[in-house]
């Protein structure tokens, strides 16, 4: 495809491989969860044990957000996702080998934590903003949407996979999976619009086309960001966003339903379904988020996803028809947060600090996620059942959505991070 005369916009392209990379991105994250329950009777490591390898991966693959949208910008995105991608292909071949805790630790904890941070949401924050001057909050909801569709695509034939014959096959399939979606990024994957000639999607013909801009440094960014109580407002509420999604639900869920006697197919099922599901809340999102206001989005998002978790635990018990109900309704806010959080970014802290104050956001989102992962395991541990957790971050997403209500007038726009005062 000719970029300079094709009818249609490259950046589009960019949008379409960013999304298979975030879709293989989510499948390798997502994995874990279904390993637990057969690392467990293989190895006779508990699930503390094994929650906290998981909660690192978690941990780093928020860390890494904020350096990851440095480095895209010293050594381009092409590069870094390339990299990204064989580190993850690497150590998840390398892990069918493995025999011992420190292992899983090594290789799905801190490596697969780190190439998964590096294409986390902060990469779908930098292509959006690189690439699109008009229709941002569609593409970042669609994006986001990536998250959940790659455990729509892998975990149920992966869930199969482990059941007919081990977890090492399954984790192979993610390898190749992976190596496959490295070609890809090889062959298509650019850094900006002026590498080809060409304006953001929506930027006006005649607007001066200007250098790339440098975000600041990230403990810089950090450091001037953390003085504002706009950037407190959304990296807390963002915490218990990921504390309620990736570290409790995917992470948990498949073993939860485990312990009152639902299988690994029909909980993966479960999963898919709010994959099915995010895909429509998330891209919706998207399109309201360019529409209506942000705040008034967070706040129903939240309020939402914290009542179908105080109901949850009643939920798994009757194990019916409710369940499929509780899928439905949690698929349609699992991520649908992050198009809104992204814009309300933007708004504060300025179109070119978007990526790296994002990515210390989306930091806070997986700290959240590795608090609840470790937390909920221990709890399940000690407890025999996961119920405290799940009310626990419900009543917490009741309290993110009340606070755009009450403090959300610090959420207005200002024309740089630099100039912000509270």
Not at 99 to 127: H, I, K, N, Y
Not at 274 to 297: E, H, K, N, Q, V
Request: proline share 4%; with cysteine.
């Amino acid at each position: 495809m000719n970029a300079r005369g094709a009818n249609v916009h490259y950046g589009w392209v960019i949008a379409a491989v960013t999304f298979v990379v975030m879709l293989m991105t989510s499948a390798i994250r997502a994995t874990p969860g279904l390993f637990m329950v057969p690392l467990e009777a293989e190895f006779g490591w508990s699930r503390a044990i094994i929650s906290a390898s998981i909660a690192v991966n978690i941990a780093l693959y928020g860390l890494i957000g904020p350096f990851a949208a440095s480095l895209m910008d010293r050594w381009g995105l092409r590069r870094v996702v390339l990299g990204a991608l064989a580190l993850m292909a690497g150590a998840v071949t390398l892990s069918t080998r493995m025999s011992a805790e420190w292992q899983f630790f090594l290789l799905w904890g801190v490596l697969v934590g780190a190439g998964t941070g590096v294409t986390a949401m902060v990469l779908a924050a930098v292509v959006t903003t690189r690439w699109f001057d008009q229709r941002r909050g569609l593409v970042m909801g669609v994006l986001s949407a990536a998250n959940a569709t790659g455990q729509l695509i892998f975990l149920p034939q992966l869930a199969t996979v482990v059941e007919s014959s081990n977890w090492r096959s399954a984790a192979l399939i993610v390898a190749a999976a992976a190596a496959v979606v490295f070609v890809l990024v090889l062959l298509f994957m650019r850094d900006r619009p002026a590498d080809l000639g060409l304006r953001a999607y929506g930027q006006a013909p005649d607007a001066p086309q200007s250098a790339p801009v440098q975000s600041q440094p990230p403990l810089s960014a950090l450091s001037a960001a953390s003085r504002t109580r706009a950037f407190w407002i959304l990296a807390g509420t963002f915490f218990v966003c990921g504390a309620s999604t990736n570290g409790l639900i995917g992470t948990h869920l498949i073993s939860a339903c485990h312990d009152v006697g639902i299988s690994a197919i029909r909980s993966t099922r479960l999963l898919a379904m709010m994959g099915i599901f995010d895909i429509l809340g998330t891209t919706a999102s998207g399109w309201l988020t360019d529409r209506y206001s942000p705040r008034r989005l967070l706040c129903a998002y939240y309020s939402l996803r914290g009542l179908s978790l105080l109901f949850l635990p009643a939920t798994l018990l009757e194990g019916g028809m409710g369940l499929g109900v509780f899928a439905v309704f949690y698929g349609l806010d699992w991520i649908a947060t992050v198009p809104p959080t992204v814009k309300l970014t933007t708004e504060v802290f300025g179109k070119e600090n978007t990526g790296v104050v994002y990515g210390w956001i989306s930091a806070s989102h997986q700290l959240g996620a590795s608090m609840a992962a470790f937390g909920a395991g221990a709890i399940r541990t000690e407890m025999g059942d996961y119920r405290l957790a799940f009310m626990t971050a419900g009543m917490l997403c009741l309290i993110a959505g009340m606070s755009f209500i009450v403090v959300g007038r610090v959420l207005r726009p200002r024309l740089t991070i630099w100039q912000a005062t509270d």
